[in-house]
């Protein structure tokens, strides 16, 4: 005998919900509970919609992961820029405080030495002479990307140009 088994009248009255059909012939083996009417051969999904499910979210996924990726970057040098702005400012705050300590102005090159702290990932590294600065900043995840600011007249680091202006490339 089969594992299926043919329903008795008082299972029949309880689960009205259910109808037992038969699927190929009369035989007790053949019959299957549906629950909205005759079985049609197959139930669920089939294998070729599961998979053109799986290629729209994958196709989905990796649009996201690139977006993302890209917008990640652009938020790590816009960090290094706005660390750039605030060194420039904590420089002045420098060269102001040694003026006004009637010490002869000047800038340094120990980011330590200045009121500063640099965001997570990025490195701040100064040179200096007795008129001027240069700075550069670098992010860990961005590999080919510097950020450079400088005032006075020093050789600037790369990509400034302009004095007072933060450059990247």
């Known amino acids: 005998m089969g594992?299926?088994?043919?329903?008795?009248?008082?299972e029949s009255a309880r689960a009205t919900d259910r109808t037992w059909r038969p699927v190929a012939g009369d035989s007790p083996a053949a019959w299957r509970c549906s629950v909205e009417g005759p079985i049609r051969g197959s139930s669920g999904f089939t294998l070729i919609e599961m998979m053109v499910v799986l290629v729209v979210i994958g196709i989905l996924a990796a649009i996201a992961i690139v977006s993302f990726g890209s917008s990640t970057q652009k938020a790590q040098i816009t960090a290094m820029k706005s660390d750039l702005r605030n060194?420039?400012?904590a420089e002045q705050g420098y060269y102001a405080d040694q003026v006004s300590q009637g010490q002869p102005g000047s800038f340094t090159n120990q980011v330590s030495d200045l009121d500063f702290k640099s965001s997570p990932g990025v490195t701040i590294k100064i040179r200096k002479n007795a008129s001027g600065w240069s700075a550069r900043a670098t992010h860990a995840n961005?590999?080919?990307?510097?950020?450079?600011v400088f005032q006075g007249s020093i050789s600037p680091y790369p990509p400034a140009t302009a004095e007072g202006e933060i450059a990247c490339e």
């Open 3 to 10: 594992l299926a088994r043919q329903p008795n009248v008082a």
């Open 87 to 89: 060194l420039v400012s």
């Open 142 to 148: 961005v590999k080919k990307v510097t950020c450079s």
